[in-house]
């Protein structure tokens, strides 16, 4: 069980918008800096936001987050087919002293 | 263009050893960490290690002490991820990734394709 918490399924139609969230605590998420990555199954993941709301070169603007005290929010607009793949959100955590992961969430377009 | 490699994987016995490689180019290796994370088959991705670009801070997830150690060659812009005593739970896609001249508590802004550790009897 991950320490930071994602829900482990999210569906949307093409078009829509779509929340995905990470909750955590005051010594990880309260602390840090939340990163997104995403995966599709079978290859490696790719950064996809970083520093709570920074989006990579590449990414594109209908993919955004923020953060708000203990929980992190990945939010994706006009939904596309090419959506479709598990998201991860991560982060350090000063008493573990280590990286975090979520136990990531599916996306299904 | 930055390109990370993994090498090393393979089949090992419980108890064995292996010795993961990860060769780094196009970024100021030295000024960078390296950490490894692992991906079992049908799970999660799992943080296991990490080392600090300058000063050689290492860190390991709980189940990796005593077992794993990392060590890094910046004259060959490699990283060695040393994995000893072995158990069926390590078995899994291991990644490398970096940012440039970031700090360990940064973003992973660059993978390789990873190498995959079975570890069966």
């Known amino acids: 069980q991950s320490v930071l918490t994602q829900p482990p399924s999210a569906s949307g139609t093409p078009g829509q918008r779509v929340t995905l969230s990470c909750s955590g605590s005051n010594s990880n998420i309260g602390s840090n800096s939340v990163h997104w990555y995403r995966q599709v199954p079978g290859t490696a993941p790719k950064l996809l936001i970083f520093?709570?709301?920074q989006r990579p070169s590449g990414v594109p603007d209908r993919v955004s987050a923020s953060k708000a005290g203990t929980s992190a929010s990945l939010v994706i607009s006009g939904l596309r087919s090419e959506d479709e793949a598990d998201y991860y959100c991560s982060t350090w955590d000063d008493i573990l002293r280590g990286w975090l992961f979520g136990g990531g969430t599916t996306l299904t377009v | 263009e930055v390109q990370v490699l993994e090498s090393g994987g393979g089949l090992a016995q419980p108890g064995g050893s292996l010795r993961l490689s990860c060769t780094i180019s196009?970024?100021?290796?030295?000024?960078?960490?390296i950490h490894w994370i692992r991906q079992s088959p049908g799970k999660g991705l799992e943080w296991v290690s990490t080392i600090s670009g300058p000063d050689y801070l290492m860190f390991y997830v709980d189940s990796a002490k005593g077992r794993f150690t990392i060590s890094r060659d910046n004259s060959n812009n490699t990283v060695y991820l040393q994995m000893n005593n072995l158990r069926d739970d390590d078995s899994a896609v291991y990644y490398c990734?970096?940012?440039?001249?970031?700090?360990?508590?940064?973003?992973?802004?660059?993978w390789g394709q990873g190498t995959v550790v079975t570890v069966s009897s």
């Open positions: 990734a970096t940012v440039e001249a970031g700090g360990y508590a940064d973003q992973f802004q660059y």
């Open positions: 196009g970024l100021d290796f030295s000024a960078s960490p």
């Open positions: 520093r709570d709301s």
